[in-house]
């Protein structure tokens, strides 16, 4: 994929949270915090984990994500797209290649989730 310069605020048709812009819970921008506003939108987590195993169609990604709105999948997708983690090709939305090294991070979370599911049975 090509370098992607960062969209301008007035070329933007939804709000993406991109480093170095101010951003929920910091004014300078810093990449975590803008990684931080964008992964805890509704359904963001979601969508991503749905695309870890490889392209959906947008019809899928809605019966995949328990038939959320068309617009606010839409709009999702548009985010992630504008921020450079999913794009949508030949095949349906896929995860970019910085958009899929989120991967370890999201299975570790994935992990972790289930030893706390643990933790919480075992009180």
């Known amino acids: 994929m090509p370098a992607r310069s960062k969209p ?3 070329n933007r048709k939804v709000s993406v ?3 170095g812009d101010p951003v929920r819970g910091s004014t300078s921008g810093r990449p975590v915090m803008a990684a931080l506003d964008l992964l805890s939108r509704r359904w963001v987590l979601r969508i991503l ?3 870890r195993s490889g392209p959906v169609g947008f ?4 019966t995949r994500c328990d038939a ?3 617009d606010t999948l839409s709009t999702r997708l548009q985010e992630l ?3 450079g983690l999913a794009e949508n090709g030949d095949e349906g939305w896929a995860l970019t290649p910085v958009g899929r090294k989120l991967d370890p991070a999201m299975k570790a979370l994935d992990r ?3 030893d706390w599911a643990r933790a919480l049975d075992k009180r």
């Open 8 to 10: 301008s605020k007035a």
């Open 112 to 114: 972790w989730a289930k």
């Open 49 to 51: 984990w749905e695309l």
């Open 17 to 19: 949270p991109i480093p």
């Open 68 to 70: 959320m709105s068309p």
């Open 81 to 83: 797209e504008l921020a």
């Open 59 to 62: 019809r899928e990604m809605r």
